[in-house]
C-alpha cells in the first residue's frame, strides 16, 4: 500500500461484532435495523468505506434515493483512497443502480463498467452493465459483456438467461434455443432453462419443440408445485398458436393471476388479446391490448422515445419537400443511373410487407434486407442536416452515402453480385425524397392494406418500441400516425421521378400469383416457381417482425376486415382514417349505431 494509501483504523471488537451481525441482520432483509448499526460504525470511523457503502445501500432499499447516492459517492471516495478495489467495484455497482433508476442509463453503463473495471472477479457490475446495454437494443455490446461474464463465472444464471434474451431479441432465437439447451446439458436449473428453451422454440416456429420442452418442466416439478407463471405464459403462446384457445385462455389468466415483472405482465395481455380475438370478443381483446400498451407506456424504456417528436419531424420534411423542390431533384436527377439494383420496399406497418418479403426472397434474383435497412443507416448518419442536406447529394457527399448504402446492405445479405436488393422498412415510406436523390433509378415498390385493418393491428402490437412505435401505444394517435405518413406519402408521390408500384394486402392473400406476377414484373425479374416454396425458405429465416408466428403459415383471410368486429372500439378514429379507406379503393366505414 502506497503512502497515499491509509487504512481505516480497526474497530474496537464489541463494535465489530456488532457490526458483523448487522450485516447479517441486513442480509436478511432488515435493512432498517442494520442501519442503526452502520451509522455507530460511522459515527467511530468515518472512513469505514464498507460501513458507509452498505447504509447507502439500506437507504436505496429503503427509498432514500437521494442519500443513497451521497453515501455511496463518499463511500467511493473513501475505497480509491484505502486502494481496496472490490470495495470500488462495489461502490460502483450501486452508484449504478442508483443513477439507473433515476433514469440515467448513459451514467449507469459508466459506473458498471468502472465496477468491471476494478474488480474483474465481481460478477454484478458487469451483469448489471450487459443488462443495461440489453435494455437500450445496444445487442452486440450486450452479448459481449455476457460472453465475458460466463468465461469468467460459467455457472451465472443472469448472464445465461440475458445471453439468450439478446440473441432473441436481436431475431435469433434458434441460437437462443441452442444456448439454452447447451446450459441445460451443463447442468443448469431445468425449470428456468426450459422454460426459456421452450420461449426461444416457439419464436423459432418450433411449436412441438416448444410443447415438449414445457412437459419435461412440469414432469420436473415437485408434486403439488404451482406452475410458475411464466411457464404459464409460454404454454399459452404455444396453445393458442396450435388453436387450443381454451387452454390458452387458461393458462394466460392463471399467469396474470400472479405477480409478474413488467415485461411479463405485458407480453400476458398481448397474448390474451390475440386469444380474445380469436374467440371473437372484441370488447376483451381491445381491453386487453389498450392494457398491454399502457404498461408499456408506463415503463422506463419506453419514455425515452418520443412518439409526438416522430411526428413533429415528418411534418417539417413534409414541408420542407414541397411539390417544387421534388419535381426540380426529379428532373436534375434524370442525368444520373445510380440503383437500377435497388428497391425500397415501403408501406405503412402491418400492411403485410412481411409475408411479401418473404416472397421476394424466394425469387433467385432478389435479396431481402430484413428490415434491416440501409438507407436509415444513411437517415441517421445525416442526423439533423437531414432534409435540407438532400438538395447537396449531387457530388461526392453523394458518392460517399451511396458507399454507406451498400456496406450496410452487404454486412446483412453478402456480397450483392448480380442481384437486386430489396430495402424493406415500411416506414421509409417518408424518406423517399432522401432516396431519389441517392437512387434515382431504384424502384419503389408501396405495400397498401385498409388503413383501418393496419391501424387496429399497430395497436394490437407488442412493437420494440423507438420513436415511430411509440405512437402506436394509443388507438387514436395510431390513427393520426397513419394520416401523417399516409398523406405524406399522397402529397409526394406524384412528383417523385422514382418507378413506383403498389398492391394491396388484401390482393396479395386472395389472388396470390397474379398479385406476385405484377410485382415481379415491376421489379425486372419475372415469375419464378421458387416464390411458390416460399413458406418453406422462411422456415430456415429469422424473422423479427410480428409476423414470424404467420409467414410461414398457410394464407388465411381472417385479418382482412377485422376492424368491422372493433367499430364500436374504432369510432373516434373513423373519421380520421375515412379519406384514405376512399383514396385507396376500400369499402367505406357505413355507421352500425
Known sequence: MTASMTAPAPLPPALQQAFEQAVVTHRGGHPDQAEAVYRQVLEQAPAHAEARHLLAIARLQQGDVAQADQQAQQALADAHQQGNQALVAKACNTRGNIVAALGKPDAALKLFAAAEQADPSFADGAFNLGTVLLSLDRLDEARAVFQRLLARHPGHQGAINNLGAALIKDGRPT????????????GGPTATLGINLASALELANQLEAAQEALETVVAGLAEGEALPAQLLLVRGRVARRQGNLDQAAADIAAALSQPLQPSDQIEAL??????????????????AFRDGNAVVATQPASQRHDGAAYLRDLEVAGLWFTPQRLTTMADRAKRRSEGENVVFFVGFPRSGTTLMEQVLEAHPRLVTTMESSPLEVVHRRLGRAYPEVVERLDGQAGERLREAFFEAAEAVVGPLGDQILVDKMPLNITLLGLAQALFPRARVLVALRDPRDAVLSCFMQNFRLNPAMANFLDIEQAARTYATVMGMWQAQQPHLGLRCHSYRYEDLVEQFTPTVEAVLDFLGVGWDAAVEQY???AQGRQIVTPSYRDVTAPLFTRAMGRWQAYQAQLAPVLPILEPFVEAFGYPPTVDQA
Open 175 to 186: 441460437e437462443a434455443a441452442d444456448h439454452y439447451r447447451a446450459a441445460l446439458d451443463a
Open 270 to 287: 398481448f397474448v390474451q388479446g390475440l386469444i380474445f380475438d380469436q374467440q371473437n370478443k372484441p370488447a376483451e381483446a381491445f381491453a
Open 535 to 537: 413458406r418453406e425458405k
